[in-house]
């Protein structure tokens, strides 16, 4: 194995400029650790988040950094001690780890084998490597909510990517959804089981003409509806948000997903069976690992963006 791995990696906070490929040592294996070839690596709105300095006071840093949360690719060497796994294994993984270094932009990534999931052969590298934050965000939220049947659910959002999982999460839960999004995504929603309404001014009235009641639970994946959600929420109902900490105060849950490769394993039986389909958007060989975040910033995309690996 080579000494060193082609990644792309920025070595100070700024915007997509700061962004270049570079030659970087390949990651070590330590005890219960494992090294993946990546095949395939998706972009999330965190990777450029972190780009840009806005999470430095959650998080250590330390440059150059490889991007880069949701990997999918082969077992190239394992640690010490790491039973779970063989060379030449098909993965995937939500790496998120304590501090921001050695991300999936890059050849190759190490991560803790408590991280890792065996790769659902049903789906393909760019499949898997969309699935992982994304899929789990969606879950961590509907658990947090309770959601069940019988309930309903207004997903804010529900045409990006978290909002597509959580659209059929709820709906195999035996709830009913409502979800926002634009007119163009509407089709897609319905496909996906919910019952779509435009986002934007008026929101309050369009929803209560599908619910008079109001809502049991409201899955916030877009943020600056807080008004509108609490207008719609029942006596009792449940709030949660990945966009505005401000639910906070008014009895909602934030959700920062937590990366569990036994959670992740419940999504592939999910996706095995059949019930649980991915959306890739675009992809982009990871040397335009930039021009994919451009993409990422315009926020109109109608799938997940995927890095694929370097062309030469």
Known sequence: MSSTMKAMSYAQYGGTEVLEQSELPTPKVGPGAVLIRVKAASVNPVDWKIMSGGLDPFMDVHFPVVPGWDVAGVVEAVGFDTPEFKVGDEVYAYGRRDSVQGGSFAELMA?????????????????AAALPLTGLTAQRTLNALGVAAGQTLLIHNGSGSVGRFAIQLATLAGARVIATGSAKNHSRLSELGAEPVEYGAGLVERVRELA?????????????????????????????????????????????????????????????????????????????????????????????????PFTA
Not at 112 to 123: E, I, N, S, T
Not at 258 to 285: C, I, N, W
């Open 111 to 127: 991560l803790p084998a408590a991280l890792v999931a065996h790769k659902p052969a049903a789906l393909s590298w760019e499949e």
């Open 212 to 308: 008079p009641e109001g809502v049991d639970a409201v899955a916030d994946f877009a943020g600056g509806v807080l008004e509108d959600s609490l207008a719609l929420l029942k006596e009792g109902g449940k709030l949660a948000s990945i966009a505005d900490w401000t639910v906070l105060q008014h009895g909602g849950q934030y959700i920062w997903v937590r990366p569990e490769a036994a959670e992740l394993e419940k999504l592939s039986a999910l996706v095995e069976a059949g019930k649980l389909s991915v959306d890739v958007g675009q992809t982009f060989p990871m040397e335009e690992a930039a021009a994919a975040f451009t993409a990422s910033m315009s926020g109109h995309g109608s799938g997940k963006i995927v890095l694929t």
